[in-house]
T-cell receptor
């Protein structure tokens, strides 16, 4: 069964540094998402991406965050100047258009020191 | 936006017991998914079930969309069933899944 793959599985970064999290969605999916989960809390939506543009974003997704689909397979989340509170598990997901299941990757655990 | 509430927050059972986890949601949904988060943090997709009933081995789920709730049943629990179970709902016309706070299930041998 096709899977969403995320790299790296664990990223440790100094506060203030830029970090890029990478995702390869399922190949024929058209919607792409990023979610995050702070330790011990529920999973929260960050952003959705369709047709090469952001289609919806949450209040969390401020100017320090950006997303990009640099080629036909990758989908990235960039955090420009990381803060301690950005430490979390970040999940990428993808789906077909319409009411259908969202498929999640295994996550990237981001630790900001 | 849509509210998703799960109960109970914690559940401790002995191996072999059956369990029922509940998810209430506040609006009409296009999508209702159940996940199991394992100790490594991975979200394992259990069911996509915006309505009706599905079964997969010892697990089954039922969503009654008109009454805005979904139930996850686990029969003959095993220690490997331990972890946090999340439901997540997608309101009609929206794109983001809204997750509940989860039910932490502990199965003791």
């Amino acid at each position: 069964e096709p899977e969403v793959t995320q790299t790296p599985s664990h990223q440790v970064t100094q506060m203030g540094q830029e970090v890029i999290l990478r995702c390869v969605p399922i190949s024929n999916h058209l919607y792409f998402y990023w979610y995050r989960q702070i330790l011990g809390q529920k999973v929260e939506f960050l952003v959705s991406f369709y047709n090469n543009e952001i289609s919806e974003k949450s209040e969390i997704f401020d100017d320090q965050f950006s997303v990009e689909r640099p080629d036909g397979s990758n989908f990235t989340l960039k955090i420009r100047s990381t803060k301690l509170e950005d430490s979390a598990m970040y999940f990428c997901a993808s789906s077909f258009p319409g009411p259908t299941s969202q498929h999640f990757g295994d996550g990237t655990r981001l630790s900001i020191l | 936006g849509i509210q998703v509430e799960q109960s109970p927050p914690d559940l401790i059972l002995q191996e072999g017991a059956n369990s029922t986890l509940r998810c209430n949601f506040s609006d009409s949904v296009n999508n209702l998914q159940w996940f199991h988060q394992n100790p490594w943090g991975q979200l394992i997709n259990l069911f996509y079930i915006p309505s009706g009933t599905k079964q997969n081995g010892r697990l089954s789920a039922t969503t009654v969309a008109t009454e805005r709730y979904s139930l996850l049943y686990i029969s003959s629990s095993q220690t490997t069933d331990s972890g946090v179970y999340f439901c997540a709902a997608l309101r009609q016309g929206a794109q983001k899944l809204v997750f509940g706070q989860g039910t932490r299930l502990t199965i003791n041998p």
